[in-house]
């Protein structure tokens, strides 16, 4: 990965692209108040045990430091059964396999569009081009909000997620209010933007997800309106992002590995494996949360009970214990159990959607251009977030 890290200029807070990890699979970082999991086993256990990990953190922030006047229900990433269940499966009639692979003429058919538009003005810069734009406007025309709002949503989005603050129960409250009030503008606009949608749809309903949100009844009542919201944001969110990394990070891996690229072009059937190594070796969605409800052992520490775990995905995918020559490219791999999805119950509800979006975009990308090379003129820029592995700007020649 040397070669990797000064070629396209890797963070050094994405500390996991920076070769082998040295230490135990579990320690306690007693300068953010966090237990870290980084070994796959370790891992594993976690999100298969949602009862002794929580996904609930936010029981143990500390009250100086949760913000006022916000709230979390009906955002599913942060729920535990019985509760997650139920709302899960309010929305998996969206995502179903039939309902997924009806979407794929309509994905190609944006990915053509796109690529158009960005040929008619002769450069093609991946992530503005085609990355981001993609899922965001499948994931808005399945939540049935405009897609020609999608650069409201990439604000949004920037100003929640592209920033390069740590997260830390250690330091004073007073030092992160203000990261914590600024990474709260965006959410709240996002919250007034989706409730205005919400109201309307109970007027006037519509055949789409946030007309389903919001007749939705659990235990045989309508889910309130915060929670319809911030079940919106995100669907919205979620729905987008991770194939926006997945499809810049595996045109990444193919500038890197152009024998792959080779590999790949000769023999399209091989995309789904390119994929899953490409989730693998740069895992979007690096780091999740959870925290303990009861003394657990694990990785041969004992953690204590109500304390906060950050999970690193991103390093337990190149744990070589699971993985061998984890630092090296290798689509051909077989099994390839990587947890970029996550596992368990909160395994990624889009996972088909993005897994199709990315096979569909990769496929015409690899017939429009020849080679998928980046600009050495004009370098790649990886996104500053301390938690997520993704670019923010990938100019192709």
């Not at 086993?41 to 006047?69: G, Y």
Request: aromatic content about 6%; overall charge negative.
């Amino acid at each position: 990965m040397t070669d990797i890290v000064k070629r396209y200029n890797i963070p050094e807070q994405l500390f996991w692209l920076h070769g082998p990890r040295s230490g135990p699979p579990v320690e306690y970082d007693a300068a953010t108040g966090m237990w870290n999991v980084y070994g796959y086993p370790e891992l594993h256990e976690v999100l298969s045990d949602p009862a002794t990990f929580s996904s609930d953190t936010m029981r143990v922030v500390p009250e100086a430091l949760k913000p006022k006047d916000f709230s979390l229900k009906g955002f599913i990433t942060q729920i535990d059964p019985p509760e997650h269940g139920k709302l899960r499966k309010l929305v998996s009639s969206a995502f179903t396999r039939k309902v997924v692979a009806d979407l794929e003429p309509r994905i190609a058919a944006l990915t053509h569009e796109l690529l158009d538009a960005a040929q008619d003005r002769g450069r093609l810069e991946l992530v503005t081009d085609l990355a981001y734009p993609l899922p965001v406007i499948v994931i808005a025309e399945l939540l049935g909000v405009p897609s020609s709002d999608r650069a409201l949503f990439k604000q949004w989005a920037d100003g929640l997620f592209q920033r390069d603050t740590k997260v830390s129960l250690a330091e004073p409250a007073e030092d992160q209010r203000v990261n914590v009030e600024t990474s709260l503008k965006p959410w709240r606009e996002m919250s007034d933007y989706l409730a205005g949608h919400a109201a309307e749809r109970r007027k006037q309903p519509r055949a789409d997800l946030l007309t389903k949100l919001v007749e939705a009844e659990v235990d045989g009542e309508r889910l309130p309106d915060d929670q319809v919201v911030n079940f919106a944001i995100i669907l919205l969110l979620a729905g987008h992002i991770t194939t926006t990394m997945l499809l810049g990070n595996t045109v990444l891996c193919l500038d890197a590995y152009p024998e792959q690229q080779d590999k790949v072009r000769a023999d399209r059937s091989s995309i789904p494996d390119v994929i899953e190594e490409s989730l693998r070796l740069f895992t979007p969605f690096a780091a999740l949360g959870r925290s303990t409800t009861r003394e657990v052992e694990l990785g041969g520490v004992t953690i204590p009970a109500d304390q906060m775990v950050m999970t690193w995905v991103g390093v337990a995918n190149r744990d070589p214990r699971q993985f061998p020559d984890p630092d090296v490219f290798n689509p051909d791999r077989d099994p390839n159990p990587h947890l970029a999805f996550g596992r368990g119950i909160h395994f990624c509800l889009g996972a088909p959607l993005a897994r199709l979006e990315g096979r569909v975009a990769l496929n015409i990308l690899l017939d429009r251009l020849n080679p998928l090379r980046t600009d050495p003129d004009d370098p790649v820029e990886f996104m500053p977030t301390p938690t997520m592995t993704g670019v923010r700007r990938l100019p192709l020649i």
